[in-house]
């Protein structure tokens, strides 16, 4: 039986009576119904846990509720002490904060252009050393060469996917005088 906001609120009806068809039901409500980013289990149990810290549970009391009507899908116990001392504090929202998000700093336009140079320079080079040497993380120098560069890594080298046009006569070149060779013999 998967357990919903109402089952939660139908327990906590059944244990604290009267306290629980106040004011603080409706907020709950309220919260539960706006916060449609969060998954509604989690939601549910930080709403929980904010009403039964207003009523004086203590943290483990407060897990032992949840264990009891959520079962192994109950929020993990540093997560409950967590919000327990948020809303001890005075913590009013259920959500999570905003948290900005890191920019994309590494795969610009500089790098790219640096990486290009690199790998002009010395094919011998691999992901690793690359990274090591412009201070950038492993996987986006790998994504660079990959799909900025439109490169392929054959054995330790990194080499363009395709032949420019010098390495492709020069390639002419040495294949005719090889079978100019084969003729003198």
């Known amino acids: 039986m998967t357990l919903t906001y109402q089952h939660f609120t139908a327990v906590l009806l059944l244990i604290y009576g009267s306290l629980f068809l106040s004011g603080i ?8 119904c706006a916060a449609a980013r969060m998954s509604e289990l989690e939601l549910a149990q930080q709403m929980n846990i904010k009403f039964l810290v207003k009523l004086g549970k203590s943290g483990n009391e407060i897990r032992e509720m949840l264990v009891q009507v959520y079962g192994d899908n109950a929020m993990k116990k540093t997560a409950v002490y967590k919000w327990v001392k948020c809303f001890c504090e005075g913590r009013e929202s259920v959500t999570d904060e905003e948290r900005s998000e890191r ?3 590494s795969r610009t336009e500089e790098n790219i252009a640096k990486l290009r140079q690199i790998v002009c320079e010395n094919h011998q080079l691999t992901v690793k050393s690359i990274a090591e040497q412009v201070n950038i993380n492993r996987e986006t120098v790998r994504k660079i060469l990959t799909e900025d560069l439109d490169m392929r890594k054959a054995c330790t080298k990194v080499v363009p996917k395709e032949l ?7 390639r002419v070149t040495i294949c005719q005088d090889l079978l100019e060779r084969q003729d003198d013999f």
């Not at 420019?164 to 020069?170: L, N």
């Open 25 to 32: 039901y409706y907020r709950l409500h309220v919260f539960w």
């Open 103 to 105: 920019p994309a700093t």
């Open 164 to 170: 420019t046009e010098e390495q492709k006569q020069r």
